[in-house]
C-alpha cells in the first residue's frame, strides 16, 4: 500500500511559480509510474505531467501534457520520496485542484485508470 500526500498548493499571480510535492509513504518508490493530474472547477480530470523509474539510479523519463509543455516540470527525489511538479508562468487556465497518483510498474501514465493510488489533491488557484 502507498499513501501520496500532496502539498505546495496556493494563490498565485498570472506569471508566478507554486511548487507542488507529492511525498509517498508505506513503500519505497524503487519502480514506479508517478504522474499529476488536475481538475478544474467543473470539468474533468486532465493529465498534467509523468515521471517513470525502474531503479533508483535509473534515467527518468518524463512527459507533459501540450498545455503545460515547457511551463511545469516533474521532478523525483529518491531519497525523500518524493516527487515534485514546479510550475511556472502559471495563467488562470492552470486553476484546478492538482493530484498526484502512483502505480508500481511502468505505465504511459496519462489516463487515470492506469494509476492505484491518489493523493487527495491540493488547490491551486491563479488569479488574473
Known amino acids: 500500500q502507498v499513501q501520496l500526500v500532496e502539498s505546495g498548493g496556493g494563490l498565485v499571480q498570472t506569471g508566478g511559480s507554486l511548487r507542488l510535492s507529492c511525498e509517498a509513504s508505506?513503500?519505497?518508490?524503487?519502480?514506479?509510474?508517478m504522474g499529476w493530474f488536475r481538475q478544474p472547477p467543473g470539468k474533468e480530470r486532465l493529465f498534467v505531467a509523468v515521471i517513470m523509474w525502474s531503479g533508483a539510479w535509473s534515467p527518468r523519463r518524463t512527459y507533459y501534457a501540450d498545455s503545460v509543455k515547457g511551463r511545469f516540470t516533474i521532478s523525483k527525489d529518491s531519497a525523500k520520496n518524493t516527487v515534485y511538479l514546479q510550475m511556472n508562468s502559471l495563467k488562470p487556465e492552470d486553476t484546478a485542484v492538482y493530484y498526484c497518483a502512483a502505480v508500481g510498474r511502468i505505465v504511459v501514465g496519462t489516463t487515470g485508470d492506469e494509476y492505484e493510488y491518489w493523493g487527495q489533491g491540493t488547490q491551486v488557484t491563479v488569479s488574473s
Open positions: 508505506g513503500r519505497t518508490l524503487s519502480s514506479y509510474t
